[in-house]
Nanobody
Framework: QVQLVESGGDLVQPGGSLRLSCAAS????????MGWYRQAPGKQRDLVAF???????NYADSVKGRFTISRDNAKNTVDLKMNSLTSEDTAVYYC?????????WGKGTPVTVSS
C-alpha cells in the first residue's frame, strides 16, 4: 500500500507564491506518474499538473506559466511550485500516483488565496 502525504498548504495573498510537497511511503517515483489535482468548494476535482516516470510534464491551461511540478526520486517527493496565485487557485490540493489501474491519493492540503 502506498501512502501519500501532502504538505505546504497555507493562506497566501494574491500574487504570492507557495510550494506544495508530496511524500510517498515507498519509492515509486521511478515508475509511477505523479500528479497534483485540486478541488475547489462545490466543484469537481481537476488535474493541475502531472510528471511522468520519464520526466515529461503536463499542465492545466489555467496554471501554465505559473506552476511548476518537479520530483526528487532520491527523496520520494514531488513538489508543486505555485507563483502568481489568484483567488481562483483556492482549493484543496491532492497528490496522486498512478500506474495503470493502480491509483493512490493523498488526503489533501488546503490552499487559500485571499487578502
Amino acid at each position: 500500500q502506498v501512502q501519500l502525504v501532502e504538505s505546504g498548504g497555507d493562506l497566501v495573498q494574491p500574487g504570492g507564491s507557495l510550494r506544495l510537497s508530496c511524500a510517498a511511503s515507498v519509492n515509486i517515483f521511478g515508475i509511477y506518474t505523479m500528479g497534483w489535482y485540486r478541488q475547489a468548494p462545490g466543484k469537481q476535482r481537476d488535474l493541475v499538473a502531472f510528471i511522468s516516470a520519464g520526466g515529461g510534464t503536463n499542465y492545466a491551461d489555467s496554471v501554465k506559466g505559473r506552476f511548476t511540478i518537479s520530483r526528487d526520486n532520491a527523496k520520494n517527493t514531488v513538489d508543486l511550485k505555485m507563483n502568481s496565485l489568484t483567488s481562483e487557485d483556492t482549493a484543496v490540493y491532492y497528490c496522486n500516483a498512478r500506474l495503470g489501474s493502480l491509483v493512490y491519493w493523498g488526503k489533501g492540503t488546503p490552499v487559500t488565496v485571499s487578502s
